[in-house]
C-alpha cells in the first residue's frame, strides 16, 4: 500500500506539480512541464511589461506605478497562496474574498480595535482561520461537496459581516496606525506589505515542497482512496488546507485594512475569481494532485498587470471582468488539451 502512495507521488513530482523532478542525461535536471509553463508566464508577463510601454509610456513606468501593482498584487497574491494548496489536495475555495471581508471588519469593531493593533492583526488571522475551519469541517467530516460548502460560507461570511458593520464602512482609528503602517512604511522603496507578501508565498512554497505536509497534498490531491490505504488521514489532512487557506485570508485581511485603513464588509468582492484564475492560468489542475507555488504567483502578476493595462488606459470594470472570464475558460481548456497529449 505504501508502494502505492509512494508511485503516485512520485508521478506528481515527475510531471512538474511536486518538490522532486526526474534527471536527464548526464545527471543533469530535465526541464519538466511545470517549468515550461513557469516560463511561458515569464515570456507573458514581458509581453504585458511590452504593451503597457506601448499604450502608456508616461505612466506604465514609473517607480510609483510598479509599487502600486506589486500592492495590489499582495492581497490577491496572499490568498492565492492558500487557494493553490486547496485546489493542489482537490478541493475548491469560494468564499475566500467574504472570510477576508469579515476578517477585516471583525478586526476594526471598536470593542477590538481598543485592544491595539496587535489584538487586531490576531483577531483577523484568528477569525480567518476559524472561518476556514468551519468550512473544512464541514467539508472533511460532514461530507459536503467543497463547491457547496463554500459557496455556503461565501453568502454567510458576507452576510455576518454586513450585520456586524451595520453595512457601513469601519475606520481605523489613529491610535492603531502600526496597521496602516504596513502600507506606509518603506523599505528600499517597496512598502512592508509587499515584504509580508514575499514571506508568505516562501513559506508557502516551503511547506509545499519541502515537507512531509506538502507531499501528502498532492497525494490527497491525487488519489484520496489510494493516500488513506496508505495511512494518510485524508478527512484531517483535507481540514487542516481549508483551515491554511483561511489563514492566508486573514493575513490578506490584515494587508487590506493597512491599504484602505478600513474594515467592510465590501473588501474581497470576486477576489475568489481573481485567485482561482491565478491558480489555473499557474498550471494547477482543478482535479488536483498537481501545481506549484511559483506558478501560481506568476499568475497572481499576471493578473494584476492586466487589471493595471486596464486602468491605465480608461477601459470600465465591466471590460476587465469579461477579459478575465476568457483568460480562465482559455486556461482550463489549454489544461485539458495539455492532458489528452500524448507524454
Known amino acids: 500500500?505504501?508502494?502505492?502512495?509512494?508511485?503516485?507521488?512520485?508521478?506528481?513530482?515527475?510531471?512538474?506539480?511536486?518538490?522532486?523532478?526526474?534527471?536527464?542525461?548526464?545527471g543533469a535536471t530535465a526541464r519538466g512541464p511545470g517549468e515550461i509553463r513557469h516560463l511561458g508566464l515569464v515570456v507573458a508577463l514581458l509581453l504585458l511589461a511590452g504593451v503597457g510601454l506601448v499604450t502608456?509610456?508616461?505612466n506604465f513606468a514609473t517607480s510609483g506605478n510598479l509599487v502600486a501593482i506589486l500592492v495590489l498584487a499582495?492581497?490577491?497574491?496572499?490568498?492565492?497562496?492558500?487557494?493553490?494548496?486547496?485546489?493542489?489536495?482537490?478541493?475548491?475555495?469560494?468564499?475566500?474574498?467574504?472570510?477576508?471581508?469579515?476578517?477585516?471588519?471583525?478586526?476594526?469593531?471598536?470593542?477590538?480595535q481598543s485592544?491595539?493593533?496587535?489584538?487586531?492583526?490576531?483577531?483577523?488571522?484568528?477569525?480567518?482561520?476559524?472561518?476556514?475551519?468551519?468550512?473544512?469541517?464541514l467539508i472533511s467530516y460532514g461530507r459536503l461537496v467543497p463547491f457547496i460548502a463554500t459557496l455556503a460560507m461565501l453568502v454567510a461570511a458576507r452576510g455576518l459581516a454586513q450585520r456586524m458593520s451595520d453595512r457601513k464602512t469601519q475606520l481605523v482609528s489613529a491610535e492603531n496606525d502600526s496597521i496602516v503602517a504596513l502600507s506606509t512604511t518603506k523599505?528600499?522603496?517597496?512598502?512592508?506589505?509587499?515584504?509580508?507578501?514575499?514571506?508568505?508565498?516562501?513559506?508557502?512554497w516551503l511547506l509545499l515542497n519541502r515537507t512531509t505536509f506538502g507531499r501528502r497534498t498532492f497525494a490527497v490531491g491525487g488519489n484520496a482512496e489510494a493516500a488513506r490505504l496508505a495511512g494518510i488521514d485524508v478527512r484531517r489532512h483535507t481540514l487542516m488546507l481549508y483551515a491554511l487557506s483561511g489563514f492566508c485570508c486573514g493575513i490578506a485581511a490584515l494587508i487590506i485594512m493597512a491599504r484602505?485603513?478600513?474594515?467592510?464588509?465590501?473588501?474581497?468582492?470576486?477576489?475568489?475569481?481573481?485567485?482561482?484564475?491565478?491558480?489555473?492560468?499557474?498550471?494547477?489542475?482543478?482535479?488536483?494532485g498537481r501545481g506549484t507555488i511559483v506558478g501560481s504567483i506568476l499568475g497572481v502578476l499576471a493578473f494584476t498587470l492586466i487589471t493595471n493595462l486596464f486602468i491605465l488606459n480608461g477601459l470600465q470594470t465591466s471590460d476587465q471582468l469579461i477579459a478575465k472570464g476568457a483568460i480562465i475558460v482559455v486556461a482550463v481548456l489549454l489544461q485539458r488539451r495539455g492532458l489528452r497529449s500524448p507524454t
Open 260 to 288: 484602505t485603513t478600513t474594515g467592510s464588509s465590501t473588501h474581497g468582492d470576486l477576489y475568489e475569481l481573481d485567485a482561482i484564475a491565478a491558480v489555473i492560468i499557474g498550471g494547477t489542475l482543478l482535479t488536483g
Open 1 to 26: 500500500m505504501t508502494g502505492s502512495l509512494t508511485k503516485h507521488v512520485s508521478l506528481g513530482k515527475a510531471d512538474g506539480g511536486g518538490p522532486w523532478r526526474p534527471f536527464g542525461k548526464g
Open 115 to 137: 485592544y491595539g493593533p496587535v489584538v487586531m492583526a490576531m483577531c483577523a488571522i484568528l477569525v480567518g482561520t476559524g472561518t476556514g475551519v468551519v468550512t473544512g469541517l
Open 56 to 58: 502608456e509610456p508616461d
Open 187 to 204: 523599505v528600499l522603496g517597496l512598502p512592508l506589505v509587499v515584504y509580508l507578501f514575499a514571506a508568505v508565498a516562501l513559506a508557502g
Open 74 to 112: 499582495a492581497t490577491i497574491g496572499v490568498i492565492t497562496v492558500g487557494q493553490t494548496f486547496v485546489i493542489i489536495g482537490g478541493g475548491i475555495d469560494l468564499s475566500v474574498g467574504s472570510v477576508m471581508a469579515l476578517a477585516s471588519v471583525w478586526a476594526t469593531t471598536v470593542a477590538t
